[in-house]
């Protein structure tokens, strides 16, 4: 197991010094706060990832949940993140004072969460989701629902889940068909069946908040006929006592990865008497839940690049361990009489370390950036400053999600092939790290749901309004780059792919203009790899430029060993990551229409 799992300094760097988190922490929301106090929350974070979670990571994965005689069993650590962690406020902590939250912008909250990920990615999951539905309570549900459920949510008492997928519908919303009816007695009657519900039963929780999508009689076909329901596994009686409501685990699913993270089949109404609660307006369920969906993306990102991170930190730990080797002379021998070489002095082993670390921080920096224009979208008190930082967020949340989950594949690959033989070893974490990430590239829409939402939908966005918004945040980089001795050829280089963008995007548009929308999206993930690797050198020129002016004026808060790393994993990014782009815009450039399916099928 390996000592380190994420890097403190350069999660409180891209925060403070990238991000600005003083320029959100100004706004009156969050004036009780001060960078100072915020980086204490994050060493408190830190600490209790390094007491409760890190250390049971393996264990947990080596002791999955389970389902026995009707119910989930989970580890014990799930009490201590729910319970400890509710107690520090870590399932509150983005909620306003007087939904018993402590108000902190999420730009500190998902550098706090990164940190947990890292830690052990199978138990923030459980408090995020409570979190998640506490969410929606408060902001679409009535005062008695709010008074009954999230007070107890918050302080980790009671779990919370989210139920849309259903059996015979998978992602396709529209085919569910879970049955809401409505009782004389003011609440409706739910029976149908929920898969897939990560957290949805274990013995540390008193109770389960479902907050659960389901169809009322007589509603619209479609999404349009969806309405949201809390839903929780014991309801409250008259007494105020927690009595069953019919809801059952049914099952739950043995997964490659996540093993500690329990994932169930739940039913509802096997007995006629589970009782739902209306939230909001009926038909108006898949827009509630859409409008939390840029959280839940921002946490799937956060997750796929701190598990990333973990596997980094474990491969760097063993190049730096492993003798195994030695340096070519000038003469291309080897004297076998010196000592074995560490593989980190290996070009080929420092290349994939290198792409580990440019793709975890590229996309931290990324990931914050996006919780940081969810901040200001909220907080902004001009509605011009709302609508351009809600576009901003969504033009870059599909990448958000998208690029660690992807791309933190690759990632880890590289990790397992640093540790050679031993990477493909249970004894050796890199395994695990590997089976662990491949769920979130499927979590809240898969890469292809992802990418026809970027080119359909974003890129599309009010005439292409949020994509020249984008372009203007990145040209102030590539300006403020291009004035740095030694960042301008990389400034130069990424002008570029903001060409390339332009010319793929010229040549796709007209598809859609004539009402080719398959031959236009046909090739959107291509398209979402393509522009991923552009915003995050973006990311990277964001990085480099903080980074160099830091070593310039010598104003250093690090070391410059700090920065100058930072500047090398760039360098990095730009020389083998971004020239893929070229290829890409090749294949999105090309006027074949293999993919699409024929009258004549060759795909036997």
């Known amino acids: 197991m390996a000592t380190k799992y994420v890097d403190l300094s350069t999660v409180k760097f891209f925060m403070n010094a990238v991000q600005l988190v003083h320029t959100v922490l100004e706004k009156n929301t969050y004036q009780d706060h001060d960078p100072e106090s915020v980086n204490l929350f994050l060493d408190a974070v830190k600490q209790f990832a390094d007491k409760e979670l890190f250390p049971y990571f393996k264990e947990m994965d080596e002791q999955p949940a389970r389902y026995h005689k009707g119910c989930i069993e989970v580890h ?3 009490e201590k993140m729910m319970k400890e962690g509710g107690a520090m406020g870590l399932i509150a902590a983005p909620f306003n004072y007087e939904d018993g939250g402590l108000q902190i912008p999420l730009l500190v909250n998902t550098a706090a969460s990164y940190i947990l990920d890292a830690a052990n990615n199978h138990l923030p999951g459980y408090a995020g989701l409570t979190s998640g539905a506490a969410e929606l309570i408060i902001e679409f549900g009535n005062e008695t ?11 980790g008492e009671w779990g919370g889940t989210m139920c849309l997928t259903e059996p015979q519908a998978g992602s396709s919303l529209s085919d569910i068909v879970t049955k809401a009816t409505p009782d004389e007695r003011g609440y409706y009657k739910i029976s149908g069946q929920k898969i897939f519900i990560s957290g949805g039963d274990h013995q540390y929780a008193d109770n389960i908040v479902h907050l659960l999508l389901a169809r009322i009689e007589g509603a619209p076909a479609g999404t349009k006929g969806i309405s949201l329901f809390v839903v929780p596994k014991k309801r409250l009686d008259k007494n105020n006592k927690l009595v069953f409501n019919d809801v059952t685990t049914v099952a739950d699913f043995q997964k ?9 089949h739940l039913g509802f109404g096997d007995h006629d008497d589970c009782q739902g609660y209306l939230v909001g307006e009926a038909n108006k369920g898949l827009h509630y839940m859409f409008l939390m969906m840029n959280g839940a993306r921002i946490a799937v990102g956060r997750t796929a690049s701190a598990i990333a991170s973990g596997a980094y930190y474990a491969s760097l730990e063993y190049a730096n361990e492993r003798p195994q080797g030695r340096k070519l002379a000038s003469d291309g021998t080897k004297n076998l009489k010196q000592k074995q070489s560490l593989i980190v002095e290996h070009p080929d082993v420092r290349r994939m370390l290198l792409l580990q670390k440019a793709m975890v921080e590229g996309s931290m920096n990324l990931i914050f950036k996006a919780a940081k224009y969810h901040d200001l979208q909220h ?11 809600h576009s901003l967020l969504e033009m870059i949340i599909p990448v958000v999600k998208t690029y660690p989950s992807e791309a933190g594949i690759y990632s880890i690959n590289n990790g397992l092939q640093v540790l050679g033989g031993y990477g493909f070893c249970s004894d050796f974490i890199l395994q695990q790290y590997y ?14 749901i992802q990418s026809q939402d970027l080119l359909g939908r974003k890129m599309m966005l009010n005439d292409g309004e949020g994509a020249q918004l984008l372009m203007a945040e990145i040209t102030q980089t590539l300006n403020a780059a291009s004035q740095i001795p030694g960042m301008e050829v990389w400034a130069k280089q990424l002008e570029e792919q903001l060409q390339r963008t332009q010319e793929v995007l010229n040549h796709l548009a007209p598809f859609a203009m004539k009402g080719d929308y398959e031959r236009f999206l046909a090739d959107a993930s291509v398209f979402m790899e393509f522009f991923s690797l552009i915003l995050v050198g973006w990311s990277w020129l964001e990085i480099g430029v903080v980074s160099k002016r830091a070593l310039i004026t010598g104003n250093n808060s690090h070391e410059s060993s700090f920065y100058e790393s930072k500047l090398d994993t760039l360098e990095y990014f730009f020389v083998y990551e971004l020239p893929k782009t070229k290829g890409l815009a090749e294949t999105l450039l090309h006027p074949s229409s293999v993919t699409i399916k024929k009258e004549k099928e060759f795909i036997t």
Do not use: F
Not at 145 to 155: A, E, G
Not at 256 to 264: A, D, L, S
Not at 437 to 448: A, F, H, L, V
């Open 256 to 264: 490659m990865g996540q093993k500690g993270y329990c994932t169930t």
């Open 379 to 389: 907080t902004s008190s001009e509605e011009n400053e709302k609508h351009k930082y």
């Open 76 to 78: 014990p650590q799930v």
């Open 145 to 155: 629902l709010k008074n009954q459920y999230t007070p107890k949510m918050l302080s």
């Open 435 to 448: 089976r662990d990430i491949r769920i979130c590239s499927i979590y809240e829409g898969t890469t292809g």
